[in-house]
Every structure is written in structure tokens, then in C-alpha cells.
């Protein structure tokens, strides 16, 4: 399994796409640089809890655009890992030595995920780094930090895990298009469940907006990851009293996950891979 | 046995494949598995190595059942269509598989396979700048990597010029000489009439024809015998006993029914007063013998 996943690693470290999603990359935390020094330039005189709002305002924009790179990077990574190399006849030559399919699969996710950590870990905290270095005043804790970042990755892992699913038994193809028609699925249920929480505390219908996310939720639950990070990322020490008003906004969690629905996110990534493997493990190559 | 097969099929959806497949390969052979295109030979061979899943029927490959990677170490299999990642060069291709090997210090046998498949030199470029036969040389050195017991090979020499050719089947011997037992899975009869001891023929995913080579290559009860000058009415004798007797320059060639037939044949040649030359059992060619075979399929 240790030379699947270095060999994964490697691979990764040698597509183009990579550099491109570098450079990309460079170019939106510059521009977001950008955007956020025009904005702090401009807070004086601003109550210190309406600065505190719009930073947290921010800092979701940024994520929220992250997460979609991030996504994109799982997808591009993913997809192809199994059927591409079924497909190209990589795998002939693998699966013929003295290891077990599984370890594989393993091998692979390991791989995947390792540098999509290091790239979440990179934008996620390049993302929080900027705003305080430009003038953002907002006390994040440590424990903030890091549960905030933990769960905003196990969102990309999930789909992760769905799209190693779909490798494991379609084409690379069929295998992106399945997993960017999911992933998108979540984003826009996850947009109708904030805009129907907006609805309900202004005392509209919002109720199927609401519930038209959960659904979506259940297909891939990526959307309601996020909002969970970025309201873990906001419950900042001692201001508990102003959570509500940090989670106000379309990026944010207004509407948060119930913890069936956490339990539910955890065990996803379980079954899919276990699933991936069973596929894998019985399919003809 | 190092390799057997009882009613071994693959099928797909019901159909192509390989069907109720009986074979048995001895160790130290080279075994060649012939057939056309799509008759099942790499189906065959992608079951043995565990690619694809029996639909029923067992196999034991060096005396493990197929869903038992323990042997797999000492198995080597080159893929007739298969590509490595072409951002690594050949050298990296090979570290890694012996990576997957699980060899201790594979550095050694790199170098002693690259060399034995002539690749010493070319090592460091990109596989991705290999040209076909040099992928298949890399194939093969992948495959070797083990000092394999049993060696799969699957159209091995289908992107090698002569020369090529004529190596790897240099390195089949060598194999064979070191107890090796090596599976040649080819549609390249004259390769196999050359380097195999024992052959299999499948056809519509059967197994048709199947023995030693020299066993398949004889002719049951064909003679053939270089004569001198047919003296008196010699022919019209034999065709009497022989109704199938010829006589083309200078070969007398005929069938008989048993053993028995062969003594009593010389005398009347000798009684005649014809010279008798050369005596010996007649042999197809492997090309007669499969389009023989296929005909009689059709």
C-alpha cells in the first residue's frame, strides 16, 4: 500500500492540471489580498462588532471559494485514479503482484488526501492569514483553528470518496461528471437551505427551501460540512452571545446540521469506500 | 503442475471468453497458448493472473487457487495491451514494481534485467519517450523483475523488429534452462513452433488440440520415405496396402494403420529393389496443423 500511496503522491506532484490549480490559485489569493485591503483600509470608525461581522463575512466568501478549488482539485484527482488507470492499462501490470485489491484503493485515497490536506491546510489558513495580516480584529482561538479546519476538510474527503466510488465503476468521464453534478447539487441545495433559514427568521415560508437542502445534503454532504466549519470557525471565544449574528449571510451556516446529519456526513465516507473497494475488488480488469 | 485448470470459463454477459477450459502446463516448460484473434487466449491468461473473475470452474497456479495472492511473488506477467505512468522513467517503472514486489534490495536485479532485455543505458529516460518495442522490453523487464517461477506473456514480441524477437526468445530459453516455466500466449506460430515444448490450441474460447509439441506436430500414421529410383511395379503394390501413397521427387509418402504396418511397408520396398534413404514419421507445420484445426472447428 506504501508504494501505491507514494506513487499516488508522485503522480499528483506531475500533473499539469496541478500547476495550473497553483497558479490559479496564486492569482485569486492576490486578488483576494487585494479585496481585502481595500475593504480593512476603509474600516475606521466602524463598531468593533460590525468590523468583527464583516471580517467573518470575508473570511466565508474566501472560504467558500476555496472549497470550490479544493473540490474541483478532488474531482480532477479522483476520477481518473481507478478507471483511468484500468483504462490506460496501468493497472494490468499492478494488480498482478502480491497485493490485495483494497490495499489499492487505500493506497490511492491515502495518497489523494494527503496532498488535498495540505492544499486545504494551505488555502484555509492562507485564507484566515490574510485577513488578520491586512486588519482583520477578531480573536480566533487555536481550538477555533483547528476544528473549524477539520471539518471544512471533510467535506472535500466526502467527496472524495464519492467520486473514488464512481471511478471504481464508470469511466474517468462519467466519473468527473457524476461527481461535479453532485458536488453542485450541494451547493445550490446548500444556498436554498440558507435562503429558506433567512425566510423563516423573517418570518416568510421557508420551510421546502429548507428542506429541498437537507435533501441534497443527503447526496453529498459537502454544503452542510462547510457551514459547519465556518460556524465552528466563528464561535469565537467569549462571544458566544454574538454567534447568531456571525452567522448571518449566504456563505455562512444560519441553517446548521443537525448532529444526525454530522453522524450521517461521517459514516458517508465510510460506506463509499467501503463500497469502492467491494466494486473494485470484484470488478474485471 | 504449475498451472491447472478444470472447466475453467470466463464469460462476459453470457458470452466470448473462454469456456469450460481443462489444461495443464508441466513445470520448467515453455507452453505456448495459440488461437485467433478472439478466441479467448487473453481472457484466459487475465484469469490465470487474477485480472478477471472465473464466472465458474477452478484453476491452481502454482498449486494456489487464483483468489490467493501468496504466489504472486513469484509470478511475472506481461500484458499484451498494457502502459506505464509516462512520467516516470524506466528506471523508476522498475523500482516501483519491485516496490510491489516487495523486494528488500531490488537495485541488483534492476540492473540484471535491464541488461537482459537491452534497455541498459536507456533507463533514465521518460517512459512517456519510449518507443513501442522499448515499452515492451520495459514490459518484459517488469515481468522479470521476480526471477519468476512462472512468467505469463502475453504477445510479447508484438512491437519487436527480428532482432528483437530473436532476443526474448534467447531469454525464454535461458528461463527454461533455470527451471522456469514460462506462458506464451501468441498468434505468432512460428515463435512458438521454435521455443515451445508443449502447446495449447483454443478456438471460440474452447481448448481444441492440446499435448507436447512433437505429439501435435505428428501426423498419426503418416510415413514418409526418401527412395531412389522406384523399381518395377513398386507403386502399384503399395497402393494396393496404401491406397494413400504418393510419390513426389523422390518422397514416398503414405499412411498406415498401425506400427505393424511399417516393417512389412520396408520389405516390399526392399523387395522391389528400390533404394530406401530416409524413414521417418511425417510432420505437419504448426501453420497446418491450427488451419487443419480451425477448418475442422468451422
Redo the contacts between chains.
Keep these: 500500500m506504501a508504494e501505491i500511496l507514494k506513487c499516488t503522491l508522485k503522480e499528483m506532484l506531475n500533473k499539469k492540471i496541478l500547476l495550473l490549480i497553483l497558479v490559479l490559485t496564486a492569482i485569486f489569493l492576490a486578488l483576494y489580498g487585494f479585496g481585502l485591503r481595500e475593504i480593512y483600509s476603509q474600516q475606521e470608525g466602524v463598531e468593533p462588532l460590525m468590523a468583527m461581522a464583516a471580517t467573518t463575512q470575508l473570511v466565508s466568501i474566501g472560504l467558500y471559494f476555496a472549497s470550490f478549488i479544493i473540490a474541483l482539485l478532488v474531482i480532477v484527482a479522483a476520477a481518473g485514479t481507478l478507471a483511468g488507470d484500468i483504462e490506460s492499462g496501468v493497472m494490468q501490470a499492478m494488480l498482478v503482484k502480491p497485493l490485495k485489491r483494497w490495499e489499492v484503493v487505500a493506497g490511492k485515497f491515502l495518497g489523494i488526501g494527503l496532498m488535498v490536506a495540505g492544499y486545504s491546510a494551505f488555502l484555509f489558513f492562507a485564507i484566515i492569514g490574510l485577513n488578520l495580516a491586512l486588519g482583520a480584529r477578531i480573536p480566533f482561538g487555536s481550538a477555533n483553528l483547528i476544528t473549524g479546519f477539520l471539518l471544512f476538510l471533510l467535506g472535500p474527503y466526502l467527496l472524495m470518496a464519492a467520486t473514488m466510488w464512481g471511478s471504481s465503476r464508470f469511466s474517468t468521464l462519467n466519473a468527473s461528471i457524476m461527481a461535479v453534478m453532485l458536488y453542485g447539487l450541494a451547493m445550490v441545495g446548500g444556498l436554498l437551505e440558507q435562503v429558506g433559514a433567512m425566510l423563516e427568521q423573517a418570518g416568510q415560508e421557508g420551510g421546502a427551501l429548507v428542506h429541498a437542502g437537507i435533501i441534497s445534503s443527503l447526496l453529498l454532504p459537502t454544503d452542510i460540512l462547510f457551514r459547519k466549519a465556518t460556524s465552528t470557525l466563528f464561535a469565537l471565544p467569549g462571544m458566544e452571545l454574538f454567534t447568531g449574528l456571525f452567522a448571518v449571510g449566504p456563505f455562512q451556516g444560519i441553517s446548521q446540521p443537525s448532529p444526525w446529519m454530522l453522524a450521517y456526513a461521517g459514516g458517508y465516507a465510510v460506506f463509499f469506500l467501503s463500497l469502492t473497494i467491494k466494486n473494485f475488488g470484484a470488478r474485471d480488469i | 503442475m504449475v498451472i491447472e485448470t478444470l472447466d475453467l470459463t470466463k464469460q462476459?454477459n453470457g458470452r466470448g471468453g473462454c469456456h469450460e477450459v481443462n489444461l495443464e502446463v508441466g513445470s520448467g516448460k515453455i507452453f505456448g497458448f495459440l488461437g485467433p484473434n478472439g478466441a479467448g487466449k487473453s481472457t484466459l491468461v487475465?484469469t490465470l493472473?487474477?485480472?478477471?473473475?472465473p464466472t465458474s470452474g477452478t484453476a491452481r497456479v502454482l498449486g494456489k487457487p487464483l483468489w490467493d495472492?501468496?504466489n504472486?511473488?513469484k509470478?511475472g506477467?506481461?500484458?499484451e495491451?498494457?502502459?506505464?505512468?509516462d512520467?516516470m522513467s524506466g528506471l523508476d517503472v522498475l523500482r516501483?514494481?519491485a516496490?510491489?514486489?516487495?523486494m528488500a534490495r531490488p537495485k541488483a536485479r534492476i540492473i540484471a534485467v535491464l541488461d537482459m532485455v537491452g534497455l541498459t543505458g536507456q533507463e533514465k529516460k521518460r517512459v512517456g519517450a519510449y518507443s513501442k518495442g522499448m515499452q515492451q522490453r520495459l514490459?518484459l523487464a517488469?515481468?522479470l523483475l521476480p526471477a519468476p517461477d512462472l512468467l505469463f506473456l502475453d504477445e510479447p514480441t508484438s512491437a519487436l523488429d527480428p532482432v528483437g524477437r530473436r532476443e526474448i526468445r534467447e531469454i525464454l530459453r535461458s528461463l527454461r534452462r533455470e527451471g522456469s516455466t514460462v506462458f506464451l500466449n501468441s498468434h505468432l506460430l512460428s515463435e512458438v513452433e521454435m521455443v515451445c515444448d508443449d502447446a495449447a490450441i483454443i478456438n471460440k474460447g474452447r481448448i481444441i488440440a492440446q499435448g507436447s509439441l512433437a505429439d501435435l506436430l505428428s501426423v498419426t500414421g503418416a510415413i514418409e520415405a526418401k527412395i531412389g529410383p522406384p523399381s518395377g511395379n513398386l507403386l502399384e503394390i503399395l497402393m494396393v496396402r496404401y491406397p494413400s501413397v504418393k510419390l513426389q521427387e523422390g518422397c514416398l509418402s503414405l499412411r498406415v494403420k498401425d506400427r505393424e504396418d511399417i516393417p512389412e511397408m520396408v520389405k516390399i520396398i526392399m523387395a522391389s529393389g528400390t533404394p530406401l534413404y530416409e524413414l521417418r514419421p511425417a510432420a505437419n507445420s504448426l501453420e497446418d496443423l491450427f488451419v487443419n484445426l480451425l477448418k475442422g472447428e468451422k
Excluded at chain 2, 493472473?49 to 473473475?53: D, F, M, N, P, T
Excluded at chain 2, 516496490?99 to 516487495?102: A, D
Aim: aromatic fraction near 26%; charged fraction near 15%.
Design positions: 462476459f487475465k493472473v487474477g485480472l478477471l473473475h495472492t501468496s504472486k511473488q509470478i506477467y506481461l500484458p495491451n498494457f502502459k506505464y505512468y512520467w516501483f514494481h516496490g510491489l514486489y516487495k514490459g517488469a515481468a
